[in-house]
């Protein structure tokens, strides 16, 4: 016999028993973008609320997140010279293992987690070292491992490679435990697509590619059975979590890895599919505070278990106010 489904909905507590997903901030990842100079608290024009720090001002950022119960943040650099191969990513006196350092010496209880690519480092914009106006693989994973280690003796607690370079997460374990940091994690972009959603971000971070676009290296949004095989390769490269990037679109995905493999899985709720909520809340077109937490549940109830969201410090003050 039929149910009558409306029972289960009559009084806010019987729909709190009844519920299936509940955001906790503990799932959110936080983004910053940090950049080389002084006395920078600059806000990006196509997101809303987020800005690019100089590391003498990213305590003002650091202590709210800290105040919020955020516990960790991945690190976005934005250096002052770029150069073919990137090479200011393995500095050790670079942008991002400055931020490090700082970060883990003045807020031990964050988790520090870098994100590992060239595209920001590169005069180019483009992901890795160019070939005949490609991204070379195997040249790139050279590197990889070069930007990785300097990430490692500056402290990080997780990589993210997002290059979506072939062996990356196989190459990134051996020269991590090679060098006896076997604790550092390694969170993969295992799903990349390429996707138009990422634009406001290289605004933020300065790395949009000077010719061409990334079709060789990030995945062909129309493909599905192929982000099985992604996530499969870094699951056997040795991943301690595998990401879905961007997530809205991709949900379909995130269920798809959640069901497929054991792994915490983590989604990407990227630049644009912050600004366009941004941008109709700023025109009063919807109300931000309501889409903003019915689309990070969406996420979460899709499959997530981890959220990168820019939108980790305004849900975080919503969830703690609910839980007084
Ligand atoms: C760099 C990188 C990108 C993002 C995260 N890491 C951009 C890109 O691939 O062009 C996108 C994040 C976002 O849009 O919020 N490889
Ligand atoms: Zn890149």
């Not at 590992?116 to 070379?136: A, I, K, M, N, R």
């Not at 990349?192 to 590619?209: Q, T």
Request: with cysteine.
């Amino acid at each position: 016999m039929a149910e009558r489904l409306r029972d289960n909905r009559k009084t806010e507590e019987i729909r709190a028993k009844v519920r299936e997903t509940e955001l906790q901030v503990a799932n959110f990842i936080y983004p910053l973008f940090i950049e080389e100079g002084d006395n920078i608290k600059k806000e990006i024009v196509s997101m809303p609320g987020i800005y690019r720090y100089s590391l003498d001002r990213i305590n003002e950022e650091l202590d709210e997140v800290v105040a919020l119960g955020i516990k960790s943040i991945i690190l976005f650099g934005i250096p002052l010279n770029k150069d073919a191969d990137g090479s200011e990513s393995w500095n050790d006196e670079g942008i991002i293992q400055k931020a490090i350092r700082h970060i883990k010496s003045n807020y031990p209880s964050l988790l520090v987690i870098a994100d590992v690519c060239f595209c920001e480092y590169t005069d180019h914009g483009h992901c890795g070292v160019l070939c005949d106006h490609d991204v070379d693989n195997d040249l790139t994973l050279v590197n990889l491992r070069k930007q990785v280690l300097a990430q490692a003796k500056a402290g990080v607690d997780m990589v993210a490679p997002s290059g979506m370079m072939d062996f990356a997460v196989k190459e990134i374990r051996d020269e991590l435990d090679k060098n006896g940091f076997e604790k550092i994690l390694i969170m993969g972009y295992s799903v990349k697509y390429c996707s138009s959603y990422y634009g406001p971000f290289r605004d933020a971070a300065d790395s949009a590619p000077s010719f061409g676009d990334r079709r060789t290296y990030q995945m062909d949004p129309a493909n599905r059975n192929e982000a099985i095989k992604e996530a499969q390769a870094d699951v056997d490269e040795g991943a301690d979590i595998l990401m879905v990037k961007p997530a809205l679109s991709y949900l379909d995905i995130i269920r798809d890895l959640k069901n497929n493999f054991d792994l915490p899985i983590a989604a990407y709720n990227v630049s644009g599919e912050y600004s366009m909520v941004k941008a109709a809340g700023n025109n009063g077109w919807i109300d931000e505070q309501k889409v903003m937490m019915e689309t990070l549940l969406s996420i979460k109830r899709a499959g997530a278990d981890i959220i990168i969201t820019y939108f980790a410090k305004e849900a975080a003050k919503i969830l703690n106010k609910n839980e007084q």
